[in-house]
Every structure is written in structure tokens, then in C-alpha cells.
């Protein structure tokens, strides 16, 4: 009766917070994506109230609906990867790489489930071990993949969040939330089975543990009555033009311009924002807020490519600099190398620097 109990209570919550998220702001892609994570959690603990160490009295049937419940709870870290990459990831597309990944995985897992013949699925007699390892390691390790993908990335892209209260969030995210289903994921893909015992004790603490947590995060935001339950989820606020500013900041913003700018700092490779505070002589939480709040940008790593994409195509599109080797210009400019100077331009200008210069020259 407490399993069942913790059970609903963790659906209850976890449908508030998804319904009161896509209420504050029903046209934000993070709201979408947080539901359908949300539901795949329903779907996780609705289907634990159907195992055999469920009450028998308390005990569902799915049914036909089984099916729905597997797909819901084995996309939980792939959705869960698809979300931290759109809330921390500014002005950027989910890679179509990941959302492909996630849709072989849930397929393999749909088979695994109905117990298909994979040779059904390929339309060939593979091989019983190929086919046993597509419908069974394979979806698992990709599920882990997601899951541990999302925890790294999240914590590596800390350091050049310039938003402080999102930089908070990356870590409620990476210890609660991402923790969380790493968590799961590696107990019940790898060290538990679903018929043993200590399945059952596990699966009880999980349940209670989400249960804390969604109703922890529920009370939490009934007390923040005067900001939206949206932009406590996601803390993503928009830029704001400040006041105008007062002598000392207005001082480490000529100096900013002076450093960055005028002697082209961003041109160092490797350059961090703990590198350029040095260089400028300011703590490194004033020149965050310095960059984010007076600047507008977010992300220090968008201020880098902004600054070396214009240098890069002033120096593409000069006929005197022909000669000069697209990889050249991107070392040039800051970049260690060339794929990542490709990938920025094209995200910032729509086509490759080959494609930019050979038309900015034509032009002249």
C-alpha cells in the first residue's frame, strides 16, 4: 500500500509540474519536450504497478496498453538528453543524430518487447547472435548512452554559462535529475533482474525517491508565487538592456573593448573565460555578468564564435587574402581547427567558408 501510494503521489506531481510548465509557456519547445519527458516517468512508475512485486491487490493490468508503457519509459534518457540540449544549448537544433539514436533505440526496444523475429525486422536470417545483441545489449547501451551523455554535457558546458542562475540549474539538473536515471538505467539494465528480489526493494526506493523529489520541486514553486513555474524550470531569462551604468562598470567595459576587441584577445586558442578575467584583471563572476547582463550574450563560447565568424569573413571576402587556405583563416582567428571553425560558420551564415568567400568575391 506505501509503494502504491508513493506511486501516485509521484504521478500526481510530476503531471503538475509538466502541466504548470507548459502553462506559463505554452509556445516554448522546453515545455513540449518536459512533458514528454514527464510522461515517460508516468509511464516508468504506471508500469512498475503492473510487475509481481506489486500488491496483488493494488496490482494493473496494461494490457494492450503495455506497448505505450514500454516506448514511454525507455525514451525517459533519451527525451531527458533532448531536453538538456535544447535549455542549454542557445539558438541551436536539437542534432537530428540524436533524435535518429533515440528513435532506433525505441524500435529495438519495441521488439524486444513484442519479441519479434529480428530477421522479420531486417528481412534476412541474421545471424542468432547479431540478432540476439540488436534486441538486447544494444537499445540498453544506448539508453546509457543518453543518459551519461546528458550528465557530461551538461556539466562541461558549466563553466562557460555566463547566466548564474542557469549555471545553478545545470547542477540541480546533473545531481537530481540526470543522477537520477543514470542511476536507473545502470541498476536495471545491468545489475538487477526484473525477478529478483532486491529488483523489488530497488524499484520501491527509485519510486520513492521520484516521489520525494517531484513533490520537493512542487511545494518548492507553490512558495515562489511571484515568478513563472516556467522560468523556474528552465531560468532562461531574457536579455534585458541595464540601467545605465555607473563609472566602475562602465571602466571594465572600456577595458573589455580594449582587450577582447581592440588587441583581439578572442584570437587565442584555447581561451577561456577564467583566461580573459586574468587578462583583464577582474574577478571572474564580474566579467560574467559584465558579458551576460551588459553585452547580452549567454554562453561564452557564442561571444568567441561571433567575434572570430565576422573576423574570418572579413578576411574571406578580401581579395587580397585569396591565396590564404580556408584552414589558415580559421587558425588565424582562434580555431584549433577546422571542423569546429566549419561547424560555426555554417551555423552563423547559412553555408561553408568556401561558399562564402567564392560568392563575396564575385560580388566585388
Not at 538505467?185 to 526506493?205: D, G, I, K, M, P
Not at 518548492?220 to 538592456?241: C, E, N, R, S
Not at 562598470?249 to 581592440?262: H, S, T, Y
Request: aromatic share 10%; charged share 15%.
Amino acid at each position: 500500500m506505501l509503494l502504491f501510494s508513493a506511486q501516485l503521489l509521484a504521478i500526481f506531481s510530476i503531471l503538475l509540474l509538466a502541466l504548470g510548465y507548459l502553462k506559463a509557456q505554452p509556445q516554448d519547445v522546453g515545455a513540449r519536450l518536459f512533458l514528454v519527458l514527464a510522461l515517460g516517468i508516468v509511464c516508468y512508475l504506471i508500469n512498475g504497478m503492473s510487475l509481481s512485486h506489486a500488491d496483488p491487490a493494488l496490482r494493473l493490468s496494461p494490457g494492450g496498453w503495455g506497448v505505450v508503457l514500454n516506448l514511454g519509459a525507455n525514451s525517459i534518457p533519451g527525451m531527458f538528453t533532448l531536453y538538456c540540449f535544447h535549455v542549454f544549448q542557445d539558438n541551436q537544433r536539437v542534432p537530428r543524430a540524436l533524435i535518429a539514436l533515440l528513435a532506433v533505440q525505441l524500435l529495438l526496444d519495441h521488439l524486444n518487447y513484442r519479441s519479434f523475429r529480428p530477421s522479420i525486422f531486417l528481412s534476412i536470417e541474421a545471424d542468432t547472435s547479431l540478432s540476439q545483441f540488436l534486441i538486447g545489449p544494444l537499445p540498453d547501451f544506448i539508453q546509457l548512452f543518453f543518459a551519461v551523455f546528458a550528465v557530461v554535457w551538461c556539466a562541461r558546458g558549466w563553466s562557460n554559462d555566463l547566466v548564474e542562475t542557469r549555471r545553478f540549474l545545470r547542477w540541480v539538473i546533473i545531481v537530481v535529475q540526470g543522477g537520477l536515471i543514470l542511476l536507473v538505467v545502470f541498476l536495471e539494465n545491468y545489475l538487477l533482474s526484473s525477478a529478483s528480489a532486491r529488483y523489488a526493494q530497488v524499484h520501491t526506493l527509485i519510486t520513492a525517491v521520484i516521489a520525494l523529489v517531484t513533490l520537493g520541486t512542487l511545494v518548492a514553486l507553490l512558495q515562489v508565487d511571484y515568478v513563472g513555474l516556467g522560468k523556474v524550470l528552465l531560468k532562461v531569462t531574457p536579455f534585458v538592456p541595464p540601467e545605465p551604468a555607473q563609472e566602475a562598470l562602465q571602466g571594465d567595459v572600456r577595458r573589455f573593448r580594449k582587450v577582447f576587441e581592440q588587441e583581439r584577445a578572442y584570437r587565442e586558442h584555447g581561451l577561456t573565460i577564467a583566461g580573459l578575467a586574468a587578462k583583464l584583471e577582474l574577478p571572474e563572476y564580474r566579467l560574467r555578468a559584465l558579458i551576460n547582463k551588459h553585452l547580452g550574450y549567454r554562453n561564452f563560447n557564442a561571444l568567441l564564435h561571433e567575434y572570430r565568424i565576422r573576423d574570418a569573413s572579413q578576411m574571406l571576402a578580401d581579395p587580397a587574402q585569396r591565396h590564404l587556405p580556408v584552414l589558415t583563416i580559421a587558425l588565424t582567428v582562434g580555431y584549433q581547427s577546422i571542423t569546429p571553425f566549419n561547424n560555426a560558420f555554417r551555423q552563423a551564415k547559412q553555408q561553408t567558408p568556401t561558399e562564402f568567400r567564392r560568392r563575396a568575391l564575385q560580388e566585388q
